[in-house]
């Protein structure tokens, strides 16, 4: 094994930032891989990022393959960033090379070396590894970033990790976190497209005009080809504009707001799902009453439009719950259609949601649906990994983030008989349309308006047909260490620190229909309060009083 080498400006002691100073960081600091990987102050980044550029080397020669490296902080502020690491089949990275990566990152400069090395014999160890064989020509990192301004330091920080073992590096630029997830899978399964960004535009949106050619709207259709989407001035404006250059203007029209402001300030999924507030830049009194947000890294896409009877800015949202019902009842109908023609080849199919799901959602999956909706913890990595256990499997978080997983049996049975009847093409169709390695805002959008079209749908008509959220708050509590915190039941119950559970289910018991929890987050300094109840003011006083429980424990 030849020798690990790290250039001065990415050891912890010297650490130059993207500003082009010194930001060393001490020994003690550990990093942890949060709910979708390291995220924190760009400053402390270069040297994490180098070491994670490493781990994805070894990991794609550990497997011959295409590993996948986004930089990106994608709904945090502008002064954060962070890598998001991509295994070979496009999905997020595996839970144990987590842990690989979140060692090599918390090793001191001293010992560095040494936890490499271990780790690299570890590897040759394996039965199968292609390290073992030396095997290793087509072990690439592909690397992508947001349009944060530490992204280009960052990228050559990942650039020159992949290179301590000569490991093909591909910069593809500023992309969005799906399409990098996209990219590498394509590299892995050639069959699936063109590994480029010009291959991801033309696969989803051939498979866009496909579908839209057979989707015809029903007689008296309240749809419009038409909505405004804002981006929260996120890499999301110049790469959604670039793939509708490959849809007419009649099959949709977007209108762009919040493309070069600062980024996720006041704009942007998850501030008007958190805020339930219009994005800035858009009014109660605007004309065209079909919106759309994306986050920073567009791989979240909530719907919203303004709330009437409501106070000036207030948004009526169609969040992830109500995207995840609308892909559930169009598949099921026509998995209907399709199982009357064949009944023999049963294709199952699931909802996942998190605890953030609004109870209505829930309920509706339930007992207007038919179907089961099975709770788990936030990260998409967990819905992900619970989805892929059917056929057809729908995953959504509240806050937009989601896709559509489809089995190896829907694979042989669906995609590659499409042509036997309508139901069948639709299905094979709309499973292009959907990026299903990960929740993607622009693919998630195409196949939310293909849906609408066929029912024929506005926005009055997607609200009025489905269900009510209840009402429900989400508070942001800042905490200096949120490690204090741990839960348990799919992050529904606390269990440190101890006593506090006991005093929110109080405060629960005081309000009719009330739900609540509160749980770290694993992306921001913050604990999150979820609350709802029967009316907003008891909702709202619920939240707040949970709130106070936090910020009493923090004082005290
Ligand atoms: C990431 C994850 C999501 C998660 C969100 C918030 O989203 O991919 O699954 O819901 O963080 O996580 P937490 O509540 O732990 O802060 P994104 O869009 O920021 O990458």
């Not at 069959?191 to 050619?213: M, N, R």
């Not at 896409?301 to 992830?320: C, M, N, Q, S, V």
């Not at 942001?476 to 005093?503: C, H, W, Y």
């Amino acid at each position: 094994m030849s020798e690990f080498v790290v250039p001065e400006q990415y050891t912890r002691a010297v650490n130059t930032t993207h500003t082009g100073e010194s930001f060393p960081i001490p020994d003690e600091e550990k990093f942890s891989y949060g709910t979708a990987g390291f995220r924190f102050r760009a400053e402390k980044l270069s040297f994490l990022v180098f070491r994670c550029a490493y781990v994805a080397s070894l990991r794609a020669r550990q497997l011959n393959s295409t590993i996948g490296v986004m930089i990106t902080a994608s709904h945090n502020p502008e002064e954060d960033n962070g890598v998001k690491l991509v295994d070979p089949s496009g999905d997020m990275l595996n839970v144990v090379w987590e842990i690989y990566a979140t060692d090599i990152v918390n090793a001191t400069d001293a010992n560095l070396a040494a936890a490499v090395r271990s780790l690299e014999r570890q590897m040759s160890q394996i039965e199968n590894s292609f390290i073992a064989t030396g095997n290793t020509h087509n072990a690439r990192v592909v690397c992508g970033m947001d349009i944060r301004t530490s992204g280009p330091h960052l990228m050559e920080a990942a650039r020159a990790g992949a290179a301590v073992f000569n490991v093909n590096f591909e910069n593809i630029g500023e992309v969005s976190t799906p399409i990098l997830h996209y990219i590498v899978k394509s590299y892995n399964f050639p069959q699936f497209a063109e590994p480029t960004v010009q291959g991801y535009y033309k696969a989803i949106s051939d498979a866009f005009k496909e579908l839209h050619e057979i989707t015809v709207e029903p007689e008296g259709s309240s749809y419009q080809p038409k909505l405004i989407v804002d981006c929260a001035n996120g890499v999301g404006a110049p790469r959604f504009r670039d793939l509708l250059q490959h849809i007419p203007k009649e099959l949709l029209e977007v209108e762009f707001r919040n493309e070069s402001g600062p980024l996720n300030h006041l704009c942007g999924a998850d501030f008007v799902k958190i805020a339930q507030k219009l994005p800035t830049s858009f009014k109660s009194e605007d004309q065209d009453p079909k919106c759309a947000t994306f986050d920073g890294d567009a791989d979240r896409l909530i719907y919203f439009r303004a709330k009437t009877g409501a106070e000036p800015g207030a948004a009526e949202l169609f969040d992830g719950d109500k995207i995840a019902c609308l892909y559930a009842m169009y598949i099921k109908e026509q998995l209907k259609a399709y199982h009357e023609t064949r009944p023999t080849y049963n294709i199952d199919m699931g909802i996942v949601q998190t605890a953030y799901a609004n109870g209505s959602s829930t309920r509706f999956i339930k007992d207007t649906l038919g179907l089961k909706s099975v709770i788990v913890k936030t990260g998409v990595k967990h819905l992900h990994e619970e989805a892929s256990e059917f056929d057809v499997g729908i995953y959504f978080e509240a806050n937009g983030h989601g896709t559509v997983v489809f089995s190896a049996h829907f694979d042989s049975i669906i995609r590659r008989h499409p042509h036997e009847n309508l139901a069948l093409r639709r299905l094979a169709l709309f499973s292009r349309v959907i990026n299903e390695t990960v929740g993607d805002a622009f693919a998630d959008l195409l196949a939310v308006e293909i849906i609408l079209r066929h029912y024929g749908w506005s926005m009055d008509d997607w609200a009025e047909k489905m269900y009510k959220d209840v009402p429900n708050v989400q508070i942001k509590v800042p905490v200096a260490d949120r490690s204090i915190f741990e839960t348990t039941n799919a992050e529904q119950t606390l269990v440190k620190p101890d006593g506090i559970q006991k005093m929110i289910d109080q405060d629960v018991a005081k309000f009719k229909n009330s739900r609540a929890f509160i749980r770290p987050s694993g992306t921001e300094n913050i604990v999150r309060v979820y609350a709802e109840a029967d009316t907003v003011e008891n909702t709202q006083a619920l939240g707040k009083s949970l709130e106070q429980v936090i910020r009493n424990l923090c004082i005290a």
